[in-house]
């Protein structure tokens, strides 16, 4: 009845649809063109000059497959005066992404493993799946879910995660 609905709320849906910080979940990445500098995944911003990959991290199974995660991925600072340590984070990041998605420890210096690191394009890792860990930040807008770290192989919770799958890794 449309009296209950506007009476009882016990049945709405939270308003947070969080994710819950340390959740382990596989995702695929999805990369937003940007356009900057012949390259199309790139994205330069209009604000800061910096250079980035503006991603959606889709989780792909269990209870919150489809939800999205929004990240940038810096490539490079416009206020690097020498070290640019948000470029290397991000260089990071796409490295661990690359071992999680490839199955490659971080300290394996194999031909094979030198290998998988490389990319021919940044388009490369649009579409990859790889296993993170969630976290919660708060902006002036709420809070949010973030990647708070990508998981690799030598971690015990990437070779749990995959013994559990029920989808093929």
């Not at 939270?14 to 979940?25: E, F, R």
């Not at 604000?47 to 503006?54: D, F, K, M, R």
Request: charged share 25%.
């Amino acid at each position: 009845m449309l009296q209950d609905l506007l009476t009882d709320f016990n049945t709405a849906k939270s308003p947070s649809n969080l994710i819950p910080a340390g959740t382990i979940a596989k995702v695929q990445i999805v990369i937003q063109p940007g356009g900057y500098d012949g390259d199309c995944w790139l994205t330069k911003s209009r604000a800061t000059g910096s250079v980035y990959l503006n991603t959606e991290f889709v989780v792909t199974e269990g209870p919150y497959a489809k939800h999205k995660i929004y990240q940038i991925i810096g490539i490079k600072s416009s206020k690097a005066d020498g070290e640019d340590r948000w470029g290397e984070m991000g260089r990071s990041m796409i490295r661990s992404i690359l071992e999680s998605a490839r199955n490659i420890h971080p300290h394996d210096t194999s031909e094979k493993a030198v290998l998988a690191r490389k990319i021919n394009a940044t388009g490369d890792l649009n579409g990859l799946e790889c296993l993170v860990k969630i976290g919660v930040t708060a902006d002036e807008y709420g809070e949010k879910n973030k990647i708070a770290a990508v998981i690799t192989p030598e971690h015990r919770a990437y070779t749990d995660f995959i013994k559990n799958s029920q989808v093929n890794w």
